[in-house]
Protein backbone atom coordinates (compact mmCIF):
# COMPACT_ATOMS: atom_id res chain seq x y z
CA UNK A 1 0.00 0.00 0.00
CA UNK A 2 2.84 2.71 0.72
CA UNK A 3 4.57 1.53 -2.38
CA UNK A 4 1.20 2.34 -4.25
CA UNK A 5 0.46 5.35 -2.63
CA UNK A 6 3.72 6.93 -3.48
CA UNK A 7 3.58 5.93 -7.00
CA UNK A 8 0.26 7.51 -7.50
CA UNK A 9 1.14 11.22 -5.72
CA UNK A 10 4.27 10.84 -7.77
CA UNK A 11 2.66 10.37 -11.12
CA UNK A 12 0.38 12.84 -9.43
CA UNK A 13 2.92 15.73 -9.12
CA UNK A 14 3.98 16.26 -12.69
CA UNK A 15 0.37 15.99 -14.04
CA UNK A 16 -0.46 18.89 -11.81
CA UNK A 17 2.65 20.87 -12.20
CA UNK A 18 1.62 20.50 -16.13
CA UNK A 19 -1.57 21.99 -15.33
CA UNK A 20 -0.31 24.96 -13.43
CA UNK A 21 2.05 26.03 -16.09
CA UNK A 22 -0.79 25.26 -18.65
CA UNK A 23 -3.11 28.01 -16.19
CA UNK A 24 0.32 30.53 -15.96
CA UNK A 25 0.36 30.47 -19.63
CA UNK A 26 -3.48 30.77 -19.82
CA UNK A 27 -2.89 33.52 -17.45
CA UNK A 28 -0.27 35.08 -19.04
CA UNK A 29 -1.29 34.69 -22.61
CA UNK A 30 -5.04 35.58 -21.80
CA UNK A 31 -5.91 37.52 -24.25
CA UNK A 32 -4.64 36.40 -27.12
CA UNK A 33 -6.52 33.17 -26.07
CA UNK A 34 -9.51 35.05 -25.99
CA UNK A 35 -8.60 36.60 -28.78
CA UNK A 36 -8.21 33.50 -30.81
CA UNK A 37 -10.70 31.52 -29.91
CA UNK A 38 -13.43 34.30 -30.68
CA UNK A 39 -11.99 35.00 -33.62
CA UNK A 40 -12.38 30.75 -34.25
CA UNK A 41 -15.48 31.49 -32.96
CA UNK A 42 -16.66 33.74 -35.18
CA UNK A 43 -15.02 31.86 -37.94
CA UNK A 44 -17.13 28.84 -37.06
CA UNK A 45 -20.62 31.03 -36.98
CA UNK A 46 -19.46 32.61 -40.14
CA UNK A 47 -19.98 29.49 -42.24
CA UNK A 48 -22.82 28.72 -41.10
CA UNK A 49 -24.71 32.94 -41.19
CA UNK A 50 -24.37 36.23 -42.77
CA UNK A 51 -21.46 38.17 -41.41
CA UNK A 52 -22.96 40.79 -38.65
CA UNK A 53 -23.45 44.21 -39.46
CA UNK A 54 -21.22 46.95 -37.34
CA UNK A 55 -22.94 49.86 -36.07
CA UNK A 56 -21.69 53.37 -37.72
CA UNK A 57 -19.53 55.25 -35.48
CA UNK A 58 -18.35 59.03 -35.74
CA UNK A 59 -14.71 58.88 -36.35
CA UNK A 60 -12.23 61.74 -36.39
CA UNK A 61 -11.57 64.53 -33.71
CA UNK A 62 -14.74 66.14 -34.83
CA UNK A 63 -16.54 62.83 -33.94
CA UNK A 64 -14.70 62.35 -30.88
CA UNK A 65 -15.52 65.85 -29.75
CA UNK A 66 -19.21 66.12 -30.73
CA UNK A 67 -19.51 62.49 -28.84
CA UNK A 68 -17.95 64.06 -26.03
CA UNK A 69 -19.72 67.21 -26.09
CA UNK A 70 -22.76 64.94 -25.89
CA UNK A 71 -21.86 63.49 -22.81
CA UNK A 72 -21.17 65.97 -21.32
CA UNK A 73 -24.89 67.64 -22.15
CA UNK A 74 -26.04 64.68 -20.98
CA UNK A 75 -24.67 64.32 -17.48
CA UNK A 76 -24.26 68.09 -16.77
CA UNK A 77 -28.06 69.31 -17.97
CA UNK A 78 -30.41 70.55 -14.99
CA UNK A 79 -32.98 73.09 -14.22
CA UNK A 80 -30.53 75.82 -13.57
CA UNK A 81 -28.46 75.31 -16.74
CA UNK A 82 -32.02 75.17 -18.28
CA UNK A 83 -33.28 78.41 -16.20
CA UNK A 84 -30.37 80.74 -17.30
CA UNK A 85 -30.62 79.70 -21.15
CA UNK A 86 -34.25 80.84 -20.72
CA UNK A 87 -33.63 84.03 -18.73
CA UNK A 88 -30.68 84.52 -21.46
CA UNK A 89 -32.89 83.95 -24.64
CA UNK A 90 -35.91 86.43 -23.24
CA UNK A 91 -33.74 89.20 -22.40
CA UNK A 92 -32.74 89.29 -25.57
CA UNK A 93 -36.51 88.66 -27.39
CA UNK A 94 -37.81 91.46 -25.63
CA UNK A 95 -34.76 94.06 -26.09
CA UNK A 96 -34.61 93.50 -29.55
CA UNK A 97 -38.49 93.11 -30.70
CA UNK A 98 -39.90 95.31 -28.02
CA UNK A 99 -36.99 98.16 -27.78
CA UNK A 100 -35.15 98.44 -30.86
CA UNK A 101 -37.25 97.40 -33.89
CA UNK A 102 -40.22 99.63 -33.10
CA UNK A 103 -38.86 102.06 -31.19
CA UNK A 104 -35.43 102.72 -33.11
CA UNK A 105 -36.47 100.77 -36.34
CA UNK A 106 -34.74 100.24 -39.40
CA UNK A 107 -32.47 103.20 -38.32
CA UNK A 108 -27.96 103.84 -37.95
CA UNK A 109 -28.87 103.89 -34.41
CA UNK A 110 -31.21 100.78 -34.79
CA UNK A 111 -28.83 98.84 -36.82
CA UNK A 112 -26.09 99.87 -34.74
CA UNK A 113 -27.76 98.81 -31.03
CA UNK A 114 -28.86 95.53 -32.75
CA UNK A 115 -25.28 95.06 -34.00
CA UNK A 116 -23.63 94.90 -30.92
CA UNK A 117 -26.44 93.19 -29.12
CA UNK A 118 -26.75 90.34 -30.97
CA UNK A 119 -22.28 90.08 -31.70
CA UNK A 120 -22.26 90.38 -27.49
CA UNK A 121 -25.23 87.66 -26.94
CA UNK A 122 -23.59 85.12 -29.72
CA UNK A 123 -20.26 85.48 -28.00
CA UNK A 124 -21.89 85.18 -24.03
CA UNK A 125 -24.19 82.00 -25.13
CA UNK A 126 -21.13 80.38 -26.73
CA UNK A 127 -18.43 80.96 -23.62
CA UNK A 128 -21.56 79.46 -21.64
CA UNK A 129 -21.60 76.74 -23.51
CA UNK A 130 -18.40 75.92 -23.15
CA UNK A 131 -17.55 76.27 -19.26
CA UNK A 132 -20.69 73.92 -19.24
CA UNK A 133 -19.54 71.24 -21.75
CA UNK A 134 -16.04 71.59 -21.36
CA UNK A 135 -13.95 69.29 -19.15
CA UNK A 136 -12.89 71.49 -15.99
CA UNK A 137 -9.39 69.25 -15.94
CA UNK A 138 -8.31 66.21 -15.31
CA UNK A 139 -5.54 64.99 -13.55
CA UNK A 140 -3.68 61.98 -15.88
CA UNK A 141 -4.27 58.25 -14.45
CA UNK A 142 -1.11 57.61 -12.58
CA UNK A 143 0.24 60.88 -12.67
CA UNK A 144 3.41 61.46 -10.38
CA UNK A 145 5.68 64.14 -9.30
CA UNK A 146 8.00 65.48 -10.63
CA UNK A 147 11.08 65.11 -8.61
CA UNK A 148 13.55 67.59 -10.43
CA UNK A 149 10.02 70.15 -10.07
CA UNK A 150 9.43 69.62 -6.27
CA UNK A 151 13.04 70.41 -5.83
CA UNK A 152 12.08 74.14 -6.57
CA UNK A 153 8.87 74.43 -6.07
CA UNK A 154 6.12 71.99 -4.08
CA UNK A 155 2.83 73.30 -2.73
CA UNK A 156 3.41 71.16 0.79
CA UNK A 157 -0.21 71.11 2.17
CA UNK A 158 1.17 67.89 5.07
CA UNK A 159 2.44 68.12 8.09
CA UNK A 160 5.48 65.66 7.11
CA UNK A 161 6.35 68.44 3.81
CA UNK A 162 5.21 65.25 1.41
CA UNK A 163 3.86 65.71 -1.93
CA UNK A 164 -0.14 66.59 -2.03
CA UNK A 165 -2.19 63.53 -1.97
CA UNK A 166 -5.89 62.96 -2.50
CA UNK A 167 -7.47 60.64 0.01
CA UNK A 168 -10.30 60.99 -1.90
CA UNK A 169 -9.45 59.53 -5.36
CA UNK A 170 -6.39 57.67 -3.99
CA UNK A 171 -3.72 59.39 -5.94
CA UNK A 172 -1.25 62.59 -5.96
CA UNK A 173 -2.46 66.22 -6.69
CA UNK A 174 -0.46 68.52 -9.19
CA UNK A 175 0.46 72.24 -7.88
CA UNK A 176 -2.94 73.57 -7.61
CA UNK A 177 -5.43 70.91 -7.90
CA UNK A 178 -8.04 70.54 -5.40
CA UNK A 179 -11.22 68.11 -5.11
CA UNK A 180 -14.40 69.13 -6.02
CA UNK A 181 -16.94 67.50 -3.25
CA UNK A 182 -19.45 68.37 -6.21
CA UNK A 183 -18.05 66.59 -9.11
CA UNK A 184 -16.68 63.99 -6.69
CA UNK A 185 -12.89 64.42 -8.48
CA UNK A 186 -9.64 66.49 -8.62
CA UNK A 187 -9.89 68.95 -10.60
CA UNK A 188 -6.26 70.67 -11.79
CA UNK A 189 -6.09 74.33 -11.35
CA UNK A 190 -9.51 74.66 -9.86
CA UNK A 191 -11.26 78.09 -9.16
CA UNK A 192 -14.49 77.26 -7.98
CA UNK A 193 -17.57 75.32 -8.72
CA UNK A 194 -20.41 77.03 -10.77
CA UNK A 195 -23.65 76.50 -9.66
CA UNK A 196 -24.79 78.56 -13.17
CA UNK A 197 -22.95 75.87 -15.22
CA UNK A 198 -23.26 72.57 -13.08
CA UNK A 199 -19.60 72.60 -13.87
CA UNK A 200 -16.52 73.14 -12.28
CA UNK A 201 -14.09 76.10 -13.76
CA UNK A 202 -10.61 74.63 -13.80
CA UNK A 203 -7.75 74.95 -16.00
CA UNK A 204 -9.40 73.42 -19.37
CA UNK A 205 -12.52 76.15 -19.29
CA UNK A 206 -11.08 78.61 -17.17
CA UNK A 207 -10.72 81.42 -20.41
CA UNK A 208 -14.34 80.86 -21.75
CA UNK A 209 -15.54 81.32 -17.92
CA UNK A 210 -13.41 84.72 -18.05
CA UNK A 211 -14.69 85.77 -21.51
CA UNK A 212 -18.18 84.65 -20.26
CA UNK A 213 -17.99 87.60 -17.68
CA UNK A 214 -16.81 90.15 -20.29
CA UNK A 215 -19.45 89.47 -22.64
CA UNK A 216 -22.43 88.62 -20.59
CA UNK A 217 -21.82 91.92 -18.34
CA UNK A 218 -21.48 94.13 -21.80
CA UNK A 219 -24.56 92.34 -23.32
CA UNK A 220 -26.79 92.50 -19.60
CA UNK A 221 -25.63 96.20 -19.56
CA UNK A 222 -26.56 96.85 -22.80
CA UNK A 223 -30.11 95.39 -22.88
CA UNK A 224 -30.54 97.00 -19.23
CA UNK A 225 -29.70 100.68 -20.77
CA UNK A 226 -32.34 99.80 -23.76
CA UNK A 227 -34.90 99.10 -21.70
CA UNK A 228 -34.58 101.85 -19.16
CA UNK A 229 -34.57 104.42 -22.26
CA UNK A 230 -37.00 103.02 -23.96
CA UNK A 231 -39.15 103.26 -20.46
CA UNK A 232 -37.87 106.30 -19.95
CA UNK A 233 -39.24 108.09 -23.73
CA UNK A 234 -42.47 105.99 -23.12
CA UNK A 235 -43.23 107.56 -19.60
CA UNK A 236 -42.12 111.28 -21.39
CA UNK A 237 -44.48 110.87 -24.08
CA UNK A 238 -47.14 110.06 -21.97
CA UNK A 239 -46.69 112.77 -19.57
CA UNK A 240 -46.64 115.41 -22.70
CA UNK A 241 -49.95 113.77 -24.32
CA UNK A 242 -47.33 113.21 -27.59
CA UNK A 243 -47.27 109.74 -29.29
CA UNK A 244 -43.93 108.11 -29.96
CA UNK A 245 -43.18 107.39 -34.27
CA UNK A 246 -43.07 103.70 -32.52
CA UNK A 247 -43.40 101.67 -29.03
CA UNK A 248 -46.12 101.06 -26.43
CA UNK A 249 -47.24 105.01 -26.98
CA UNK A 250 -47.81 105.02 -30.21
CA UNK A 251 -50.24 101.89 -29.92
CA UNK A 252 -52.46 103.10 -27.38
CA UNK A 253 -54.16 105.81 -29.47
CA UNK A 254 -54.92 102.62 -31.50
CA UNK A 255 -55.55 99.76 -29.12
CA UNK A 256 -56.26 101.20 -25.84
CA UNK A 257 -54.06 101.10 -22.86
CA UNK A 258 -54.49 97.03 -23.00
CA UNK A 259 -50.85 97.21 -25.30
CA UNK A 260 -48.96 99.69 -22.83
CA UNK A 261 -49.74 97.45 -19.99
CA UNK A 262 -49.13 94.40 -21.63
CA UNK A 263 -45.72 96.24 -22.62
CA UNK A 264 -44.88 97.62 -19.06
CA UNK A 265 -45.41 94.12 -17.91
CA UNK A 266 -42.74 92.65 -20.01
CA UNK A 267 -40.38 95.24 -19.73
CA UNK A 268 -40.45 95.63 -16.15
CA UNK A 269 -39.62 92.34 -15.65
CA UNK A 270 -36.81 92.38 -18.23
CA UNK A 271 -35.54 95.13 -16.79
CA UNK A 272 -35.68 93.39 -13.34
CA UNK A 273 -33.65 89.99 -14.75
CA UNK A 274 -31.30 92.13 -16.16
CA UNK A 275 -30.53 95.04 -13.52
CA UNK A 276 -29.21 92.42 -10.97
CA UNK A 277 -28.06 90.28 -13.12
CA UNK A 278 -25.81 93.18 -14.73
CA UNK A 279 -24.35 94.02 -10.91
CA UNK A 280 -23.67 90.55 -10.11
CA UNK A 281 -21.67 89.97 -13.31
CA UNK A 282 -20.02 93.09 -13.00
CA UNK A 283 -18.77 92.68 -9.46
CA UNK A 284 -17.42 89.42 -10.29
CA UNK A 285 -15.42 90.11 -13.56
CA UNK A 286 -14.01 93.13 -11.33
CA UNK A 287 -12.89 90.07 -8.85
CA UNK A 288 -11.60 87.93 -11.22
CA UNK A 289 -10.10 90.71 -13.45
CA UNK A 290 -7.92 91.06 -10.22
CA UNK A 291 -7.33 86.94 -10.64
CA UNK A 292 -6.24 86.77 -13.89
CA UNK A 293 -3.59 90.19 -13.42
CA UNK A 294 -2.02 88.22 -10.78
CA UNK A 295 -2.68 84.75 -11.79
CA UNK A 296 -4.47 83.68 -8.62
CA UNK A 297 -7.56 81.59 -8.40
CA UNK A 298 -10.25 81.49 -6.45
CA UNK A 299 -9.21 79.17 -3.93
CA UNK A 300 -5.43 80.69 -3.79
CA UNK A 301 -6.67 84.16 -3.30
CA UNK A 302 -9.29 82.07 -0.27
CA UNK A 303 -6.54 80.64 1.37
CA UNK A 304 -3.84 82.98 0.88
CA UNK A 305 -1.36 81.31 -1.18
CA UNK A 306 2.26 82.87 -0.92
CA UNK A 307 5.90 81.74 -1.14
CA UNK A 308 8.62 83.44 0.93
CA UNK A 309 11.79 83.74 -0.42
CA UNK A 310 14.93 83.03 2.50
CA UNK A 311 17.78 85.18 2.51
CA UNK A 312 20.77 83.43 1.47
CA UNK A 313 22.61 85.31 4.59
CA UNK A 314 23.13 86.82 7.99
CA UNK A 315 22.04 90.42 8.20
CA UNK A 316 20.10 90.19 4.63
CA UNK A 317 17.14 91.82 4.15
CA UNK A 318 13.85 90.46 5.76
CA UNK A 319 11.85 87.04 3.94
CA UNK A 320 10.31 88.81 1.08
CA UNK A 321 6.78 86.52 0.70
CA UNK A 322 4.42 87.10 -2.73
CA UNK A 323 1.95 84.06 -4.68
CA UNK A 324 4.59 81.74 -6.98
CA UNK A 325 2.82 81.95 -9.68
CA UNK A 326 2.63 85.86 -10.17
CA UNK A 327 4.99 85.74 -13.46
CA UNK A 328 4.34 89.04 -14.61
CA UNK A 329 0.93 90.94 -15.70
CA UNK A 330 1.67 89.92 -19.76
CA UNK A 331 2.80 86.38 -18.67
CA UNK A 332 -0.35 85.92 -16.88
CA UNK A 333 -2.40 86.83 -20.07
CA UNK A 334 -0.60 84.83 -21.94
CA UNK A 335 -0.78 81.99 -19.47
CA UNK A 336 -4.35 82.21 -18.74
CA UNK A 337 -6.13 83.81 -22.07
CA UNK A 338 -3.56 82.50 -25.14
CA UNK A 339 -0.03 83.71 -27.47
CA UNK A 340 -1.08 86.88 -27.88
CA UNK A 341 -3.73 89.61 -27.61
CA UNK A 342 -5.26 88.53 -30.91
CA UNK A 343 -6.24 85.25 -29.35
CA UNK A 344 -7.40 86.55 -26.26
CA UNK A 345 -10.86 87.01 -26.53
CA UNK A 346 -11.90 84.71 -29.00
CA UNK A 347 -13.82 82.26 -27.63
CA UNK A 348 -12.46 78.80 -27.68
CA UNK A 349 -13.30 75.55 -29.84
CA UNK A 350 -11.60 73.22 -27.24
CA UNK A 351 -9.98 72.75 -24.06
CA UNK A 352 -7.34 73.75 -22.70
CA UNK A 353 -4.20 71.48 -22.65
CA UNK A 354 -2.12 70.58 -19.81
CA UNK A 355 -2.85 71.68 -16.47
CA UNK A 356 -0.47 69.84 -14.23
CA UNK A 357 2.62 72.32 -13.81
CA UNK A 358 2.97 75.85 -14.06
CA UNK A 359 5.96 78.55 -14.25
CA UNK A 360 6.53 80.33 -10.99
CA UNK A 361 8.66 83.21 -9.86
CA UNK A 362 11.15 80.80 -8.42
CA UNK A 363 12.59 79.53 -11.67
CA UNK A 364 16.45 80.11 -11.46
CA UNK A 365 15.86 82.40 -14.26
CA UNK A 366 13.24 84.34 -12.57
CA UNK A 367 14.68 84.10 -8.81
CA UNK A 368 17.93 85.50 -10.28
CA UNK A 369 16.46 88.70 -12.11
CA UNK A 370 13.91 89.57 -9.71
CA UNK A 371 15.68 89.64 -6.39
CA UNK A 372 19.52 88.17 -6.60
CA UNK A 373 18.76 85.10 -4.33
CA UNK A 374 19.28 82.05 -4.31
CA UNK A 375 16.58 79.73 -5.06
CA UNK A 376 15.85 78.80 -1.14
CA UNK A 377 12.46 79.24 -0.38
CA UNK A 378 9.53 77.47 1.69
CA UNK A 379 5.99 77.41 0.92
Not at 105 to 110: A, D
Not at 145 to 160: C, F, I, Y
Amino acid sequence: MPAGGSATSSGAVPAAAAAAAAGRAVALNGEPARRGASTSAAGGAGAGSAPRLRRRTWGGPAGNVAAAALRALRRRWDWTVFGVLCVFFYLYVVSVTCVIIPWLSVSVPGMSNLAVLSGTAALALWCFCCCVLFDPGRVPPGWQPDAEGNARLQEVKRKDGGPRFCKKCQAYKPPRTHHCRVCNRCITRMDHHCPWTSNCVGHANYRPFFLLLIYGTAALWHAAGLLVAHAWHAAHALSTDRVLRAGPAARVAAHGSAVLVWHVLIEGLALCLALPAAVGMSSLLSFHVRMVLTNRTTIEWREGVTAQVNAPSFGAPPPRSQHPYDIGIYANLQQILGDGPEDWFWPPLRPAPGGTSFPTVFDADAAAANFGLGPSFKL
